[in-house]
């Protein structure tokens, strides 16, 4: 899977993407991660990427056409989906997650907040994600969160799959039981019994019950 990302702030990829899992990753060549700056797709002297909204109003939006030439620079074919990150978008969800991981290619256009000429939306990506109901300044965050999220689902890049919905349930690890002072008394927090009982029926019943994902 290659991930290219088109932003105007490519630094702040930097650290995220070069730790741990994802640096493993793309050691072993699970993914790329292309990182690009959109400026680099602008003719004038100013590399504007931006202007004013047609009708007025505050801020400005971003132009179509260095996204489009950006989008196009990285080839893609059948097998690519792009993607442009907005909160007006289809909010992300595990399933989505699941589906994109399955793609060759996907390029992640990072709107600032202010937008983006809908005609991005119209007729260079092929969908449009949100990562939920607040406004963030752009989609680089969101852009980190999907590559994130669908890395995971991907076969290898955990070393064991299984683990890869881990969480679904409620865990617990030693000592038995932790002493705690609140409030000037000693309070003893205790794993549930359940789970020290070795009966696996019963386990599994209290894991479903105490489960998040499904
Ligand atoms: Cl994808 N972009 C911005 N700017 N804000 C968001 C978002 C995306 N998802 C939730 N809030």
Redesign the pocket.
Known sequence: MKFDIITIFPNIFDGFLTESLLARAQKLGIIKIGIHNLRKWTTDRHQKVDDKPFGGGVGMVMKVEPIFKAVRSLRPDKKTRVI????R?K??DQKTAKRLSKYQQLILI????EGVDERVAEYIANE????????????E???IVVIEAVSRMIPGFIAKQESALKFDHAQYTRPEIVEIKKGGKIKRLKVPAVLLSGDHAKIEKWRKKHGALT
């Not at 442009?84 to 909160?87: A, R």
């Not at 990072?110 to 907040?113: E, N």
């Not at 449009?128 to 989609?139: H, K």
Request: hydrophobic content about 40%.
């Open positions: 442009l990150f907005s909160p978008g909010k992300l990072c709107g600032r907040y449009v994600i949100s990562i939920g109901d607040y406004v963030l300044n752009g989609g965050v969101a852009t």
